[in-house]
């Protein structure tokens, strides 16, 4: 079955310093991949996107996220954290194939100060 | 104005009764969606409806019954609560069916049953 794995439960990273929450997603032709981000008490919001093109994609906040086809991940990055982006991190795929979206189990982040 | 809205936000209730929870989108979406989110953040599909008509339905109990009476709203009514039914119910609209549509989220429902 396909399926969206977020190997981190939890982060902790300092304010400022760097981040990287990874994402792997299993063998589908073409993959569409999506980072969301859900603050405490809050639906999900769309951080970024890839379709296609680029394998380098810039998204709100600062973040951007790389797709590796020959990892099959898709790992989101942030040069630096601030306080506010402490929440939960949702990777997401579906296929050209289907129109039902994948979630990932999420990784919790946290901001130490 | 928020875009996809839920009602209520929190919901706690006894064990056996019967509850809805609405759903409004103002995005002028055709498409909208159900999911659960368990104690382990886990986001599942529930089901999904587009123009009306129901085009995802998951394995999911009978309990659970979604109505689309237009294409700006989808409720959720859940009869016979049980325990497991515990979770975060989250309401979700696209513009679309395909594999690229975007979807945005309500703010959720916490539904506790006791």
């Known amino acids: 079955a396909q399926s969206v794995t977020q190997p981190d439960i939890h982060i902790t990273v300092s304010e400022g310093a760097s981040l990287e929450l990874r994402c792997n997603y299993s063998?589908?032709?073409?993959?569409?991949l999506f980072w969301y981000v859900q603050s405490p008490g809050q639906g999900l919001q769309l951080l970024l996107k890839?379709?296609?093109?680029?394998?380098l994609v810039q998204g709100i906040k600062g973040f951007e996220a790389e797709f590796k086809r020959s990892q099959s991940s898709f790992n989101l990055r942030k040069p630096s954290v601030h306080w506010s982006d402490a929440a939960e991190y949702f990777c997401?795929?579906?296929?050209?194939?289907?129109?039902?979206?994948?979630f990932g189990s999420g990784t919790r982040l946290s901001i130490r100060p | 104005d928020t875009a996809v809205s839920q009602t209520p936000k929190y919901l706690v209730t006894q064990m056996g009764n019967d509850k809805s929870i609405k759903c409004e989108q103002n995005?002028?979406?055709?498409?909208m969606y159900w999911y659960k989110q368990d104690s382990k953040k886990f986001l599942k599909i529930m089901f999904s409806?587009?123009?009306?008509?129901?085009?995802i339905n998951e394995t999911v109990p009978n309990r659970f019954s979604p109505k689309s009476p237009d294409k700006a709203h989808l409720n959720l009514h859940i009869n016979s609560l049980e325990l497991g039914d515990s979770a975060v119910y989250f309401c979700?609209?696209?513009?679309?069916?395909?594999?690229?549509?975007?979807?945005?989220f309500g703010a959720g429902t916490r539904l506790s049953v006791l």
């Open positions: 979700a609209s696209s513009h679309g069916v395909g594999a690229k549509n975007i979807q945005y």
């Open positions: 890839y379709f296609s093109g680029d394998t």
């Open positions: 995005l002028g979406h055709d498409t």
């Open positions: 063998y589908g032709a073409t993959p569409y």
């Open positions: 409806y587009n123009n009306k008509e129901l085009i």
């Open positions: 997401a795929v579906t296929y050209s194939s289907a129109s039902k979206i994948i």
